[in-house]
């Protein structure tokens, strides 16, 4: 308990002793002390800094006390200097900090800047660097700078590990799609070889069959050249048995009947079927499993009632391309009044489908797919956030549903056939160069209306009348 109470007494006496040793205007520890007339002491670069920024002319005043004198006279203070220097060297009970100097002004680092995160000296902080930044003194800075950087720290390390944990979901779920999706492939690929396997099974047992007809009638006719072969042996030995005249030409008309010589030693044998089994073998199969592929590419036609006046459609509704004057048509809500798009009239609303179009002959265009309640009548961007899925064909540039400068398909601006693949449940458009399938961009929604393909051609100032876009229809 004493030694407590001894402790808490020096303790006291050095922090007022810290004080006493304190210059008035910057709180810190003197740096070479000055005395003023009126006996009060102070660092002399703060005396003198003040005295320069008062501009007063005479008249200048202690900043403790307002004791005038005539001039800028100071009186080093050596004796309080060396006691700073002692205390400081000394330093409170426990501490035993040695003084950091300042490389380029050589004054100890009694202040820190919070703007750079530094200590400075007194000096350092008269300076251009310094001059407009927040100073405090090191024993006030430290608590406030050690809570200020706890906490960002806890705050970033948060931020951290709750991006470590989205990450690791992120990766979960990425790992839990990919295995659907190869689920998914694996599916359909066993579909297709199954059906392979079927069909192969089947045309392996058709040849079979027949190969064995074939052989069957084949081993008859062998049975059957036998016998004559025999009756016509057995007549050869009737005859070179004969010794009478009479009696070989009496039965020679017998003897011939019975070896049938009016019938043809080749016999009409059958043949198997070379063509089904040496013909097209793949591509049959391939025309026989469109029946089973999903999707196959769709039979869209052109809903008329929504495309724009400046729009005109073939007959069967396949092609639309523009045209050079407005057509006058009663209003209709359904019809696109400022761009000059069309919808096809087969909507969906689940399933997985696919439809292609042939984009050779038009310079540029947008295709895709747009949601039933697209604004049809404003100047509105057709991009994702307003109901549309859209690859476009401008400047010679495809670009992707983000309407990005650079997207990873701007290296098919030759594109010929565009294919569409929407699938409802998964919230997906793909895009594809239905050429040879490569794949060019995917969008990711969630759909909750009926889904309508999307066209947009762009006719050139010159119209011509294989300009147009044309939906593919598949003909087998």
Known sequence: ????????????????????????????????????????????????????????????????????????????????????????????????????????????????????????????????????????VVKDAYEVCKANSIQLLQNRL???????????????????HASCLQDQMVAEFAELQRFLQERERALIQRLKGEAQAVV?????????????????????????????????????????????????????????SVGEFNGPLQYTMWKQMLNIISPAPAPLTLDAESASLGLVLSKDHTMVKGR?????????????????????????????HYWEIDVENIGEWIVGAAKESVDRHSAVALTMPNGFWVLRLWNGNVYGPQHAVESDCCQNANLKKVGVCLDYERGQVSFYNADDMTHLSTSTDRFTEKIYPFFLPFPKMVLKDNEALKLFHLKL
């Not at 009694?110 to 007194?122: G, H, M, N």
């Not at 009496?250 to 010589?261: T, V, Y």
């Not at 057509?327 to 696109?336: C, I």
């Open 1 to 136: 308990m004493a030694r407590a109470t001894v402790g808490c007494k020096r303790q006291e006496m050095a922090d007022n002793l810290s004080a006493d040793l304190s210059c008035p205007i910057c709180i810190d520890f003197f740096s070479e002390p000055v005395t003023l007339v009126c006996g009060h002491n102070f660092c002399k670069d703060c005396i003198l800094a003040t005295w320069t920024q008062s501009g007063q002319a005479g008249g200048i005043s202690c900043p403790q006390c307002r004791q005038e004198t005539g001039r800028l006279e100071v009186k080093a203070n050596r004796l309080l200097a060396n006691i700073v220097e002692g205390f400081q060297r000394l330093g409170r009970p426990g501490a035993a900090e040695v003084p950091l100097k300042c490389s380029l002004h050589h004054q100890e680092l009694r202040l820190f800047c919070s703007d750079d995160l530094e200590l400075i000296c007194r000096a350092c902080s008269r300076s251009e660097e310094h001059r407009d930044h927040s100073c405090t």
């Open 158 to 176: 948060k931020e951290y590990r709750e991006t470590h944990t989205a990450t690791g979901l992120k990766i979960s779920k990425t790992l839990e």
């Open 216 to 272: 069957s009638q084949l081993v008859a006719n062998m049975a059957l050249i036998s016998t004559r072969c025999a009756r016509i042996e057995q007549a050869l030995e009737e005859i070179q048995s004969m010794r009478e005249r009479t009696q070989l030409l009496k039965e020679i008309k017998c003897i011939l009947q019975r070896c049938d010589l009016h019938s043809k030693p080749v016999l009409k044998t059958p043949k198997l």
């Open 324 to 352: 050079s004057k407005l057509k006058e048509l009663p209003h209709n809500r359904k019809r696109f009044s400022y761009y000059g798009g069309v919808l096809a009239q087969q909507g969906f609303t689940s399933g997985r």
